[in-house]
């Protein structure tokens, strides 16, 4: 009987989950962010150019300090020069988690950046 009700309680989960995606994508895009298109909830924030892998890393470590956990992929792991921040939303955030996400992500990006 609990998996019956898990079942009925997704269609409520998927959809805040996409909101979540939509959201955070339309929010960070604002910021003047790049990301790969696509509608998943695991949403790459890429770090382009020769100084790509050094600035996502240093962005992460920025964020991890701030309370915002993401993680930072360059080669070999993705192409080079191609280097990004993997974000992963949630059903279980809020609009207020996604926003602090947000503001972590232009901070550090203030700090790293100049």
Known sequence: LGVLDLVEKADALRAKL???????????TRAG???????HPIVP????GEDGARTATRIAEAMLADGVYVIAFS??????????IRVQLSAAHSEADVRRCVESFVTARAQVTG
């Open 45 to 48: 924030v890429m770090f382009r």
């Open 75 to 84: 080669f070999p792991v993705v192409p080079r020069g191609a280097a990004r």
């Open 18 to 28: 996409r909101a979540n995606a939509t959201f955070f994508r339309a929010e960070m």
């Open 33 to 39: 962010f790049e990301l790969l298109p696509g509608e």
